[in-house]
């Protein structure tokens, strides 16, 4: 199904976009898979599996613009990424965290103790 000349550009970045959607799901799927015990897991976990879900509903948005039931599908779609975009910002927010935590360990690390001033 090959569109007229004046959709041509819009056909070639809707084709563009899906298929960076699908790299995109396969990295996630790799560090989804690729989880060591690890202050950072729950964060890159959570991230991930918003990754995954939010590529899920773009690409159930992309089909519906090809089907006759496109206006149920579109809903599913913007529900399914509303979804993703909760998961990755509980995961962007727990890493947040995980940093701000080590910064204010290296904070104290590098305070000068009472020994050190008495020297």
């Known amino acids: 199904m090959i569109p007229e000349a004046s959709n041509f550009v819009t056909f070639l970045l809707e084709g563009v976009m899906s298929v960076m959607l699908i790299v995109l799901l396969f990295y996630a799927l790799r560090i989804l898979t690729s989880f060591k015990k690890g ?26 613009n090809y089907q006759s039931a496109g206006g149920y599908l579109f809903q599913l779609g913007i529900g399914v990424d509303a979804i993703g975009v909760g998961l990755a ?6 890493h947040h965290y995980i940093w701000r935590m080590g910064k204010e360990y290296r904070d104290k690390d ?4 009472a020994e050190a001033k008495s020297v």
Request: hydrophobic share 55%; aromatic share 8%.
């Open 89 to 94: 910002v509980f995961g962007f927010k727990s």
């Open 39 to 64: 202050m950072l897991e729950r964060g890159w976990k959570l991230l991930s599996q918003g990754i995954v879900i939010l590529v899920v509903g773009e690409l159930i948005i992309s089909l519906s």
């Open 110 to 113: 590098s305070a000068p103790t």
